[in-house]
């Protein structure tokens, strides 16, 4: 067990150090391309295009790290009228339908990647599918997270209580 604790480990540290340097590749890109254009009247055809697909990355692995932390809004007005018993049906099924979701990200997300290999995008020349191949592995991230969410209680963080905690 102690194994799977560590690679858990290596792989949040590894997920969380890529998407903050694409974060920061990201901010250099969009600094390097505004301080161009003011300057010298001259946009690189790569860096509208390279911060566009460094957008998109981030935001489909930032769901899953969203997931992981449980930073996604909830909908708990309704479902905690209800007695514990349904809340926790609610709460497993929601869980199964975020694997569900990443599952289905990982399938049809895979194969809208093979079948964009074929074209390039014109600004970076890379290959289309290094655009779409974030829908699989956030799906695949979105899977992991979500079944070790199974295992804990709650879908989302709960505010109320950590604010009562900490003023005491």
Not at 52 to 73: D, M, N, P
Request: with cysteine.
């Amino acid at each position: 067990m102690q194994v799977l604790k560590k690679v858990k480990s290596f792989i949040d540290k590894a997920f969380l150090f890529t998407v903050l340097t694409m974060l920061a590749v990201m901010v250099v890109v969009i600094v390097v391309q505004v301080f161009s254009r003011q300057l010298f009247s001259y946009t690189p055809s790569w860096s509208e295009e390279l911060s566009r697909v460094l957008l998109v990355w981030i935001s489909f692995l930032g769901v899953a790290y969203g997931v992981k932390e449980k930073l996604h809004i909830a909908l708990g007005l309704v479902v905690n009228k209800f007695p514990k018993s349904v809340q926790h049906v609610f709460d497993i099924f929601s869980k199964l339908l975020l694997v569900g979701f990443g599952i289905m990200m990982v399938y049809y997300g895979y194969q809208f990647t093979v079948l964009m290999g074929g074209s390039t995008m014109p600004g970076t020349g890379l290959k289309s599918s290094c655009l779409y191949a974030c829908i699989p592995i956030g799906g695949v991230f979105l899977i992991l997270y979500g079944v070790e969410l199974l295992f804990q209680k709650g879908l989302y963080q709960d505010y109320i209580n950590e604010v009562s905690e900490g003023e005491n």
